[in-house]
T-cell receptor, first 112, second 112 residues
Framework: EADIYQTPRYLVIGTGKKITLECSQT?????MYWYQQDPGMELHLIHY???????EKGDLSSESTVSRIRTEHFPLTLESARPSHTSQYLC???????????FGQGTRLTVV | AQSVTQLDSQVPVFEEAPVELRCNYS??????LFWYVQYPNQGLQLLLK??????LVKGINGFEAEFNKSQTSFHLRKPSVHISDTAEYFC??????????FGTGTRLKVLA
């Protein structure tokens, strides 16, 4: 059973608001990831981290930012939400690329 | 660079019938292969993985997959499906670095 948690599960928010999506894992994994997934579509990597104080942008350009101050915590922030940000956001972690990634339950964000 | 192709976007199948979901990959280096399942409004759950060794891999819920290096394939099979297997299935590869490359997904619809 994977121990990676995302909050909130669902969020409806107005345009222009600042939001932070939380992701925490208790497995001590160094690598963490944020994926964006539109309904019924593939996953797109938007951010990843090798460890504390290490963050990189992924393959899909995103207006969001991330931070990694603690190993277990990898929050994603949108400074000013827009309807185009409406999507599902999936957080994942892995011990290293040679093993599987573990996924959280996801946050479904709707910006109105 | 690696890539993953899932040839079927949707697969309808009757309950208790066998099913095969196809996955082909390309890579210039050795890879690790994964199948994940995603139920509606959920994250991804690992079904099975191939890291090395036996090319026939057994996973959870009665699924299995066979790694075929010459055909660069990693097809997922189940001899008898249930209604509860209705979900989205994703094939993924990793070359042992930080990156997981996901396919576009196959929607399995089990019919009564």
């Amino acid at each position: 059973e994977a121990d990676i948690y995302q909050t909130p599960r669902y969020l409806v928010i107005g345009t222009g608001k600042k939001i932070t999506l939380e992701c925490s894992q208790t497995m001590g994994h160094d690598k963490m990831y944020w994926y964006q997934q539109d309904p019924g579509m593939e996953l797109h990597l938007i951010h990843y981290s090798y460890g504390v104080n290490s963050t990189e942008k992924g393959d899909l350009s995103s207006e969001s930012t991330v931070s990694r101050i603690r190993t277990e915590h990898f929050p994603l922030t949108l400074e000013s939400a827009r309807p185009s940000h409406t999507s599902q956001y999936l957080c994942a972690s892995s011990e290293q690329g040679r093993t599987e990634a573990f996924f959280g339950q996801g946050t479904r964000l709707t910006v109105v | 660079a690696q890539s993953v192709t899932q040839l079927d976007s949707q697969v309808p199948v009757f309950e208790e019938a066998p099913v095969e979901l196809r996955c082909n990959y390309s890579s210039s280096v050795s890879v690790y292969l994964f199948w994940y399942v995603q139920y509606p409004n959920q994250g991804l759950q690992l079904l099975l993985k191939y890291l090395s060794g036996s090319t026939l891999v057994k996973g959870i819920n009665g699924f299995e997959a066979e790694f075929n290096k010459s055909q660069t394939s990693f097809h997922l099979r189940k001899p008898s499906v249930h209604i509860s297997d209705t979900a989205e299935y994703f094939c993924a590869v990793s070359a042992g670095t930080y990156k997981y490359i996901f396919g576009t997904g196959t929607r399995l619809k089990v019919l009564a």
